[in-house]
């Protein structure tokens, strides 16, 4: 019988073996492929972490609501020891100060210093920024127009929406906003979801626009069935599946070794994701609400970010 992860690793056996060598925005070069798609159920708390390598699956966590306040400034991440965020900010104040400041300086001085973590920190509208509070645009009179206090919040629209028409079929949420992508530290990669609802359970589908797959994926594939998890139980659903789309889906050419390294590993195991309270709204879900069980992976790998 064949494992939820054999689909990864095949995808990854392929994009190595017969993707196309490209340059791209970061200098390192990729292997890649166009188009690619994956389905993973949710049923009976499944939850597909990769078992190959170690994800850190808390980390993800940590990241999903930390998008869902809408912050896009990496200091509370930072104080919780996240720190898949840091490369960005921290090239852009060595770049325009010249100071080739460590990581772990840079860190602690956004943690420290918070006019230095609002000057330096800050990624600019990033995911949750669009998430929770799209730019709304009011009429000022005399053919003007002027930027709303309060935005868009496409989560909590969602959320009304598969409660009180769940055969819709424009239960989607979207990261891509053109307006704002040249003020992003980086374009959203998950940038499309889109959820279904049929016979009382609810399945969604995420799109992303570009793939790490040997570094990114994991981290993706967790925080969007997470998310599956938490809508399911705030609107009164079972969870399905998650469908998983890719568009530019790349390996780094510099990751040689965790590619090799992965695709000599078996998968194994059938790791379960609990929600140990239902919180009143789904802004509300702290770390300490999710438990992972029977999660025994391989060794972590560790493979450097492209930025």
Avoid at 37 to 64: C, G, H, Q, V, Y
Avoid at 167 to 174: A, K, L, N, P, T
Wanted: with cysteine; charged share 25%.
């Amino acid at each position: 019988m064949s494992h939820y992860e054999d689909q990864y690793l095949d995808l990854m056996r392929r994009i190595w073996t017969e993707g196309a060598v490209q340059e791209d925005r970061t200098g390192v070069g990729t292997r890649s492929l166009f188009g690619a798609t994956m389905r993973f159920s949710l049923a009976d708390n499944a939850i597909p972490l990769l078992t190959t390598k170690r994800i850190f699956w808390k980390t993800a966590a940590r990241e999903m609501l930390w998008f869902l306040t809408g912050d896009t400034n990496i200091r509370n991440l930072l104080k919780q020891k996240v720190r898949i965020w840091t490369d960005w900010p921290m090239e852009r104040y060595r770049r325009e100060t010249g100071d080739q400041i460590s990581q772990e300086d840079f860190e602690q001085r956004i943690v420290d210093d918070i006019n230095f973590a609002e000057k330096w920190g800050d990624l600019g509208p990033v995911y949750g920024a669009q998430w929770v509070n799209w730019p709304k645009y009011e009429d000022a009179g005399r053919g003007l127009y002027r930027r709303a206090d309060k935005g868009i919040n496409q989560i909590e629209l969602l959320v009304q929406s598969l409660k009180s028409n769940p055969g819709s079929r424009r239960h989607i949420f979207e990261g891509w906003n053109v307006a704002e992508l040249d003020r992003m530290a980086l374009p959203p990669c998950h940038k499309t979801y889109q959820f279904h609802v049929a016979d009382g359970v609810l399945s969604g589908l995420l799109f992303q626009r570009s793939c790490d797959l040997g570094l990114g994926f994991g981290f993706n594939v967790f925080a969007a069935s997470m998310l599956i998890r938490m809508l399911a139980q705030q609107c009164g659903y079972e969870p399905g599946e998650l469908i998983w789309q890719g568009g530019d889906v790349h390996l780094y050419l510099n990751h040689a070794e965790l590619v090799e390294e992965q695709l000599s590993r078996q998968p194994a195991g059938d790791p379960k994701l609990h929600l140990l309270r239902k919180p009143e709204s789904i802004f509300d879900y702290e770390i300490e609400d999710f438990e992972v069980l029977d999660y025994h992976p391989q060794a972590h790998i560790s493979a450097p970010v492209a930025v």
